[in-house]
């Protein structure tokens, strides 16, 4: 079946650093990649996807790459700030058939202190 | 455009009561999906509804159950709580054609089990 692996936290950084949340997935056939992220109390809102190998997908500049060949979607960001502590979390979904359910990996609390 | 509305934002119960949450899809959208975070387990799928049909279901047992109204509305029923069932519950929306169309998700109702 379908999984999701991301790397543990919690992330500490201070403002301005570079963010590296690593992602990696099993799947069958090819499918969609998400990155979610949670603000505390709410629910979950998307940050960027990638339908198909060597897509990019971008937001907010946070960027991550649909790898194909090392089944990864890494999520990477430049210089983070206090405002992208959140909770993290890397999701597929089956593209194909009717099964649309999200998979997701176990989340990566970051905190970016000032 | 309003989006995905949960009810109530939180609940107290005891053992062996059951429950009901009540979700309210973004207008147009067609396919509902419930999934239940819990910091052991992370985020897992519960079930999915299409037209007031089950497309999808996860790996829980029959004291979780669901439905949707012919306005997209849905619900979901546990029975015979128990302690383990203590969560935050997040119901997600989408038009329901792809798996690689965007979930909006709702702010989620936080249950307890005394």
Redesign the interface.
């Known amino acids: 079946g379908n999984s999701v692996t991301q790397m543990e936290g919690p992330v500490t950084l201070s403002e301005e650093a570079f963010l590296t949340i690593n992602c990696t997935y099993t799947a069958t056939g090819y ?2 990649l998400f990155w ?1 992220v949670q603000y505390p ?6 940050l960027l ?1 990638a ?1 198909k190998a060597d897509d990019k997908g971008s937001n907010k500049g946070f960027e991550a790459t649909y790898r194909k060949e090392t089944t990864s979607f890494h999520l990477e960001k430049g210089s983070v700030q206090v405002s992208d502590s959140a909770v993290y ?1 890397c999701a597929l ?15 990566t609390l970051l905190t970016v202190n000032p | 455009k309003a989006g ?1 509305t949960q009810t109530p934002r939180y609940l107290i119960k005891t053992r062996g009561q059951q429950v009901t949450l009540s979700c309210s899809p973004i207008s147009g959208h067609r ?1 509902v ?1 419930w ?1 239940q975070q819990t910091p052991g387990q ?2 897992q ?1 519960l079930f ?1 509804y299409f037209s007031e049909t089950q ?2 279901k ?1 790996n829980f047992p029959g004291r979780f159950s669901g439905r949707q109204f012919s306005n997209s509305r849905s619900e979901m029923n546990v029975s015979t709580l128990e302690l383990g069932d203590s969560a935050l519950y ?1 119901c ?1 929306s ?1 038009l ?1 054609g ?3 169309e ?7 109702t936080q249950l307890s089990v005394l």
Request: glycine share 24%; charged share 15%.
């Open positions: 499918p969609s979610y109390g709410e629910g979950l809102q998307l996807k339908t979390f979904r089956n593209s194909g058939g009717s099964n649309y359910k999200l998979t997701f990996g176990k989340g | 995905v396919s999906s999934y992370g985020l799928f999915e497309r999808n996860g997040l997600a989408s329901g792809t798996g690689s965007k979930l909006f998700f709702g702010s989620g």
